[in-house]
T-cell receptor, first 114, second 112 residues
Framework: NAGVTQTPKFQVLKTGQSMTLQCAQD?????MSWYRQDPGMGLRLIHY???????DQGEVPNGYNVSRSTTEDFPLRLLSAAPSQTSVYFC?????????????FGDGTRLSIL | DQQVKQNSPSLSVQEGRISILNCDYT??????FLWYKKYPAEGPTFLIS?????DKNEDGRFTVFLNKSAKHLSLHIVPSQPGDSAVYFC???????????FGKGTLLTVNP
């Protein structure tokens, strides 16, 4: 049982490049989410999805796009990377939300924008 | 405006003693609280949670206390073990089942 798998684990981009961070879960979870963690900061919600075809914005959505075409996958797209997007990105999933059913997190993608 | 505050960036305790991690919140709409533990280079893992209808929840060595009037919660770890050394995040939810607000975390170091 792999849980939540994030790829790649590390990535260096140049300003203006685009990239997709991949997230896949094998637990048949309906709810998936993306967070970013910056030094000295807690995790901040970027986007979330409550099921295939349904996505919504979190606390810091600007500069990021998401889509959910299958239950298993929830990719995060950076259309034009900026140095301010240098961060560690975590994907998480749960059966139906963030209360009563704790989220399972991936091990993160460390992204540097030069 | 930081709605979930963990004012102690770090805490050091001796093995076998009690660890107390504190968390304050400002949003009165929060009604569910969780603690996550995070080791370096790994994602956070769920530890324990509490609903606002309770004031205490216990799971083995871990107990969370909630004081709604003070908008304060604390995580007690007894006895502390070296393997407990990690960053602990307090998180809160309210009004929506789909959004969590995290604190900045507290680095706990348990010394043998």
């Amino acid at each position: 049982n792999a849980g939540v798998t994030q790829t790649p684990k590390f990535q260096v981009l140049k300003t203006g490049q685009s990239m997709t961070l991949q997230c896949a879960q094998d637990m048949n979870h309906e709810y998936m989410s993306w967070y970013r963690q910056d030094p000295g900061m807690g995790l901040r919600l970027i986007h979330y999805s409550v099921g295939a075809g349904i996505t919504d914005q979190g606390e810091v959505p600007n500069g990021y796009n998401v889509s959910r075409s299958t239950t298993e996958d929830f990719p995060l797209r950076l259309l034009s990377a900026a140095p301010s997007q240098t961060s560690v990105y975590f994907c998480a999933s749960s059966y139906s939300g963030v209360t009563n059913q704790p989220q399972h997190f991936g091990d993160g993608t460390r992204l540097s924008i030069l | 405006d930081q709605q979930v505050k963990q004012n102690s960036p770090s805490l050091s305790v001796q093995e076998g003693r009690i660890s107390i991690l504190n968390c304050d919140y400002t949003n009165s709409m929060f009604d569910y609280f969780l603690w996550y533990k995070k080791y370096p280079a790994e994602g956070p893992t769920f530890l324990i949670s509490i609903s606002s209808i309770k004031d205490k929840n216990e799971d083995g060595r871990f107990t969370v206390f909630l004081n709604k009037s003070a908008k304060h919660l604390s995580l007690h770890i007894v006895p502390s073990q070296p393997g407990d050394s990690a960053v602990y995040f307090c998180a809160a939810s309210g009004g929506s089942n789909y959004k969590l607000t995290f604190g900045k975390g507290t680095l706990l170091t348990v010394n043998p």
